[in-house]
């Protein structure tokens, strides 16, 4: 496949700002560190953020599911994926199992559906939509390579206000149905992505209660998939 690269431009208060969606590459990678800190402060563990052997291997083993923006000809967001056979019959999983604690050493080269490992945005640079540009974007990586989908877990940062009274499906549907907003879940449905199943465990998060809502994006050039 051809390497990615779309330029447009972004309104920052009402003026157009230049913005380019490419691969990231090695020269990338300590921008792509300064933003995980950025998006991710203490007192979040720092062994958590990107270490450059799982970048390595984002570039390396699936270059096409590893993009990044540029705002300004700066760095400002990224968002990485691998190919996996997903199976809608057998959903439940852990994001560590799918991703490898996000080394995709787990990525199959003829893996049916793009699944999100990860996408972080400069605060510096939110609400300019880039969140939703880089997702419109792993899109038309999914079309290029002709998958069934786009899929990943969504936290739910906002189900531990609610988990006392409402089960974790229910905290879904009423996102869904518009009568709570979730800053995650919201932002998936808003780039039309659409909920699969709840899964229990799916990673460890207190505000989530560790539960993980799979949500896709499905191919419309795919007239049926697995």
């Known amino acids: ?16 700002v230049p913005v380019v969606i490419r691969n990231y590459r090695e020269e990338d990678f300590e921008g792509m560190f300064g933003i995980q800190q950025a998006c991710f402060p203490p007192p979040f563990p720092s062994e958590l953020w990107w270490n450059r052997e799982q970048l390595i291997n984002h570039v390396t083993l699936f270059p096409e599911g590893a993009l990044c923006v540029e705002v300004n000809g700066r760095l400002a967001g990224s968002m990485t994926g691998l190919r996996v056979d997903f199976d809608p019959a057998h959903p439940d999983h852990t994001w560590a199992e799918v991703t490898d604690e996000g080394y995709i050493r787990s990525h199959k080269p003829d893996g049916n ?9 400069d605060p510096a640079y939110r609400k300019l939509g880039l969140g939703k540009w880089l997702m419109f974007s ?12 786009l899929l990943g877990g969504g936290r739910m940062p906002g189900y531990h206000t609610y988990a006392d009274n409402m089960s974790a499906e229910k905290y879904v549907q009423a996102v869904v149905e518009g009568r709570l907003k979730d800053p995650v879940l919201t932002f998936l449905l808003r780039c039309g992505r659409t909920p699969v199943k709840v899964v229990s465990g799916y990673l460890e998060d207190e ?7 799979l949500m896709e994006w499905r191919n419309p050039f795919r007239s049926s998939g697995r």
């Open 207 to 213: 505000e989530s209660r560790n539960y993980g809502t």
């Open 1 to 16: 496949m051809a390497a990615y690269r779309k330029e447009f431009y972004i309104y920052s208060q009402d003026r157009p």
């Open 138 to 149: 792993m899109y038309e990586v999914v079309v290029q390579l002709g998958l069934d989908r």
């Open 113 to 121: 559906t793009l699944y999100v490992v990860d996408i972080s945005v």
